[in-house]
């Protein structure tokens, strides 16, 4: 279950990383054990805990419903911010890389064949939560 600590050390990293204090995470409700990603009132991801090998990391998951063609728009609009930007993988052909400006945020994987619906998905270790 996720400590009232994390929720906050959470929530000011993706804050942080995405660069809109309007990100809000709490519990989720329908799993007790991960938490909620909101952004305003719109419940925008899902954060899971993973504690194996001693270790505790987090993984937040958003869904993305919009094509290709409009990816990178969608996600600046959403987030409001312009740094955001879609980068092409090496050797990769199934998934492409989001950054803010130069720093890494997650991968985002086609959820079809066509490309007409996307999943982000970031990996949070317990280290990038120290500064926060």
């Keep these: 279950m996720l400590q009232k600590t994390e929720l906050r050390q959470l ?20 799993n007790q054990e991960g ?3 909101h952004l305003g009132e719109r419940q925008i ?5 993973d504690d194996e090998d001693g270790d505790r990391s987090f993984a937040f998951e958003m869904k993305i419903p919009v094509g290709r063609e ?7 609009r959403l987030f409001e911010n312009e740094k955001l930007k879609i980068v092409a993988r090496t050797k990769k052909t199934d998934s492409v890389e989001l950054n803010n400006g130069d720093e890494h945020v997650g991968i985002i994987s086609a959820d079809d064949a066509r490309g007409s619906s996307f ?11 120290e500064e926060m």
């Design 11 to 30: 929530q000011a990293f993706l804050r942080q990383t995405f660069g809109n204090d309007d990100l809000r995470v709490a519990i989720d409700t329908k």
């Design 35 to 37: 938490g909620a990603v």
């Design 45 to 49: 991801g899902l954060i899971v805990v």
């Design 70 to 76: 409009v990816l990178q728009e969608y996600l600046r």
């Design 119 to 129: 999943t982000l998905q970031m990996s949070i270790l317990d280290y990038d939560l």
